[in-house]
């Protein structure tokens, strides 16, 4: 450490100061006690080893908690009192400051005058400090006197130890008392909790208290605790033959309707529903999400034709053959299905699939796949096995990512371009942009790049063929819709000047996609994600193959005319 950063953390530390230990008392407060500290004879240090309480000066109260060091001088005042529920424990030094008269005078005085630069310190090293002060407690009525000596010693130590910590920042008191507060929570979650008291625990206002607590949990306190309470209540639901009004109780609730409210808000299902659902053995019915069911083990007895179909030909799932075709969406057709529940991505099919059996409406567009594949896992108590699975795509995430990044220029930018009969669209990070941005972490156009700046979720835009050129990438994976004027749109397309000018065009990097990549659910992801390794590394060629001469004129017309 420099001169300059030594002068500029601890000014206090001159060299015509000595600090002289006078006596050490170690103070345990019972929850809600208090203790003042006024008209001192001496200067004081006060460093928490347990527990979290509030300090009060002249100015509002403050949280401190283990590791949190006080300095008190002599002209000043404090009370220090522990949290309503948690006792809390604090040895108590004090000291003297001697005071050289001058540079030529050997004589020292008391200094009552002197103060800290701060009064508030956080211990980083808060294990060595603590040993050091337990062994100045337990040593505090030695008559030795080389322990006496060694004590003054162990004093100077940890009057170095705290101030070569930082003074005690804002967020870093802030993120402690969230974390304690949260768990509170974890322990008293059955007990009447609101706003008031979280924030009382924590010593700070509730306003003040909601904003530290929502920007690093991500949820206001409120918000928390229920969804707390709601896991323990699944737990509890599915595990055990408890009634509702006892899980209700047990969770925090003396009111059982009003916690079967709370319960449908946030699950998306009453408490009863939930516990059907959550039966080892169900057969649903998924007008949308067949694919997320299937990952997550469960095989729908019935599901739309398109559905099953992408199941049986693109993905050859076997299991698929079992899986009615619905070729609509007439409540008629699935009730003689008899399903334990039916799974929608529309709320208004609520009302008339509800009478046939519990109804789940997922909007599409409420989440990405994963949020989806989670929300549904969460419904049917399935988080583990939601889990296991996203684990083990992560790992082939990051095997697919060593594949491509060594293979790849790090500085090619890759573009997603999606044709429809009258339309293009470029495309962000939502459904076939996952893999490639979201997975890959491959680098979009400049112009997608800022889109995504000012929209993370940002999905896909539409284009002209003038401004194909702005959002084209070094590489260009191409989707076309499997309908006869989407694919003379690209063949018409392809026969312009400009695009045998793009770079994707003249390096060979076009990649045409099959009809997998238009899919947007865990299963797809994996086929998306190992044809892209193949796609990106050119152990694979596109579908159908393209191979561009100079005219523009491709080897896959012939194929794309066939069909």
């Not at 796949?369 to 296991?388: C, N, P, T, Y």
């Given at each position: 450490?420099?001169?300059?950063?030594?002068?500029?953390?601890h000014?206090e530390?001159?060299?015509?100061?000595?600090?002289v230990?006078?006596?050490?008392?170690?103070?345990?407060?019972?929850?809600?006690?208090?203790?003042s500290?006024a008209?001192?004879?001496?200067?004081?240090?006060?460093?928490?080893?347990e527990?979290?309480?509030?300090?009060?000066?002249?100015?509002?109260?403050?949280?401190?908690?283990?590791?949190?060091?006080l300095?008190?001088?002599e002209e000043?005042?404090?009370?220090?009192?522990?949290?309503?529920?948690?006792?809390?424990?604090?040895?108590?030094?004090?000291?003297?400051?001697?005071?050289?008269?001058?540079?030529?005078?050997?004589v020292y005085?008391?200094n009552?005058?002197?103060k800290?630069?701060?009064?508030?310190?956080?211990?980083?090293?808060?294990?060595r400090?603590?040993?050091?002060a337990q062994?100045?407690?337990?040593?505090?009525?030695?008559r030795?006197?080389?322990?006496?000596l060694?004590?003054?010693?162990?004093?100077?130590?940890?009057?170095?130890?705290?101030?070569?910590?930082?003074p005690?920042?804002?967020?870093?008191?802030?993120?402690t008392?969230v974390d304690?507060?949260?768990?509170?929570?974890?322990?008293?979650?059955?007990?009447?909790?609101?706003?008031v008291d979280?924030?009382?625990?924590?010593?700070?206002?509730?306003?003040?208290?909601?904003?530290?607590?929502?920007?690093?949990?991500g949820?206001?306190?409120?918000?928390?605790?229920?969804?707390?309470?709601?896991e323990?209540?699944?737990?509890?639901?599915?595990?055990?033959?408890?009634?509702?009004?006892?899980?209700?109780?047990?969770?925090?609730?003396?009111?059982?309707?009003?916690?079967?409210?709370r319960?449908?808000?946030?699950?998306?299902?009453?408490?009863?529903?939930?516990?059907?659902?959550?039966?080892?053995h169900?057969?649903?019915?998924?007008?949308q999400?067949?694919?997320?069911?299937?990952?997550?083990?469960i095989?729908?007895i019935?599901a739309?034709?398109?559905?099953?179909?992408?199941?049986?030909?693109q993905?050859q799932?076997k299991e698929?053959?079992?899986?009615?075709?619905?070729?609509?969406d007439?409540?008629?057709?699935?009730k003689?299905?008899?399903?334990?529940?039916?799974?929608?991505?529309?709320?208004?099919?609520?009302?008339a699939?509800?009478?046939?059996?519990?109804?789940?409406a997922?909007?599409?567009?409420?989440?990405?796949?994963?949020?989806?594949?989670?929300?549904?896992?969460?419904?049917?108590?399935?988080?583990?096995?939601?889990?296991?699975?996203?684990?083990?795509?992560?790992?082939?995430?990051?095997?697919?990512?060593?594949?491509?990044?060594?293979?790849?220029?790090?500085?090619?930018?890759v573009?997603?371009?999606?044709?429809?009969?009258?339309?293009?669209?470029?495309?962000?990070?939502?459904?076939i942009?996952?893999v490639?941005?979201?997975?890959?972490?491959?680098?979009?156009?400049?112009?997608?790049?800022?889109?995504l700046?000012?929209?993370p979720?940002?999905?896909?835009?539409?284009?002209?063929?003038?401004?194909?050129?702005?959002?084209?990438?070094?590489?260009?994976?191409?989707?076309?819709?499997?309908?006869?004027l989407?694919?003379?749109h690209?063949?018409?397309?392809?026969?312009?000047e400009?695009?045998?000018?793009?770079?994707?065009?003249?390096?060979?990097?076009?990649?045409?996609?099959?009809?997998?990549?238009?899919?947007?659910?865990?299963?797809?992801?994996?086929?998306?994600?190992?044809?892209?390794v193949?796609?990106?590394?050119?152990?694979?060629?596109s579908?159908?193959?393209?191979?561009p001469?100079k005219?523009?004129?491709?080897?896959?017309?012939?194929?794309?005319?066939s069909?």
């Amino acid at each position: 450490m420099s001169d300059h950063h030594s002068d500029h953390l601890h000014p206090e530390l001159t060299p015509l100061s000595m600090f002289v230990l006078k006596s050490t008392e170690q103070v345990k407060l019972l929850p809600g006690e208090t203790k003042s500290l006024a008209d001192l004879s001496a200067h004081m240090v006060v460093i928490v080893t347990e527990g979290t309480g509030f300090f009060h000066t002249k100015s509002a109260p403050s949280t401190i908690t283990t590791g949190s060091a006080l300095f008190v001088h002599e002209e000043s005042s404090m009370q220090i009192s522990s949290a309503e529920k948690e006792q809390l424990g604090f040895l108590l030094f004090d000291f003297d400051v001697l005071q050289q008269g001058s540079d030529s005078d050997h004589v020292y005085s008391p200094n009552r005058s002197w103060k800290p630069e701060y009064e508030e310190y956080f211990l980083h090293s808060n294990n060595r400090c603590t040993e050091l002060a337990q062994t100045l407690y337990l040593n505090r009525r030695t008559r030795d006197p080389l322990e006496i000596l060694q004590n003054q010693i162990r004093f100077q130590q940890l009057l170095h130890l705290i101030w070569s910590n930082p003074p005690s920042s804002i967020d870093e008191k802030s993120s402690t008392v969230v974390d304690r507060t949260v768990t509170y929570i974890h322990t008293n979650f059955a007990d009447s909790i609101g706003l008031v008291d979280l924030a009382k625990q924590a010593g700070l206002t509730p306003r003040y208290y909601t904003e530290i607590f929502k920007k690093k949990v991500g949820k206001s306190p409120i918000e928390y605790l229920t969804s707390y309470r709601m896991e323990q209540a699944k737990k509890l639901l599915r595990e055990s033959d408890k009634r509702l009004r006892e899980v209700a109780r047990l969770i925090g609730y003396e009111d059982e309707f009003y916690f079967s409210r709370r319960f449908k808000q946030q699950v998306g299902v009453s408490p009863s529903v939930y516990i059907r659902m959550s039966q080892k053995h169900v057969s649903p019915v998924t007008l949308q999400y067949a694919e997320y069911l299937m990952a997550l083990g469960i095989r729908p007895i019935a599901a739309p034709e398109d559905q099953v179909l992408y199941l049986r030909e693109q993905l050859q799932l076997k299991e698929a053959d079992y899986i009615v075709s619905l070729s609509n969406d007439d409540p008629e057709m699935i009730k003689p299905l008899e399903p334990t529940f039916i799974l929608t991505d529309y709320t208004e099919d609520c009302s008339a699939f509800s009478k046939i059996a519990p109804t789940i409406a997922l909007p599409w567009l409420a989440h990405d796949v994963f949020g989806h594949f989670k929300k549904i896992a969460d419904v049917l108590g399935m988080q583990e096995r939601a889990a296991s699975w996203l684990k083990q795509h992560e790992q082939k995430v990051q095997k697919a990512k060593k594949f491509v990044n060594g293979s790849m220029n790090k500085e090619e930018t890759v573009s997603i371009l999606n044709v429809r009969a009258t339309s293009l669209l470029a495309y962000g990070v939502r459904n076939i942009g996952h893999v490639l941005y979201r997975s890959l972490e491959l680098t979009p156009p400049a112009i997608i790049q800022e889109k995504l700046k000012n929209d993370p979720h940002f999905w896909a835009t539409p284009i002209s063929e003038k401004q194909l050129s702005a959002y084209a990438g070094d590489w260009m994976f191409v989707h076309v819709f499997d309908d006869d004027l989407s694919r003379a749109h690209l063949q018409a397309l392809m026969k312009q000047e400009s695009w045998n000018q793009l770079p994707a065009v003249q390096k060979g990097q076009v990649v045409l996609l099959n009809p997998t990549w238009f899919a947007y659910d865990p299963l797809s992801l994996e086929v998306q994600l190992e044809e892209a390794v193949q796609f990106l590394t050119k152990q694979k060629q596109s579908w159908p193959p393209y191979y561009p001469n100079k005219n523009g004129i491709s080897s896959m017309d012939v194929k794309m005319n066939s069909r």
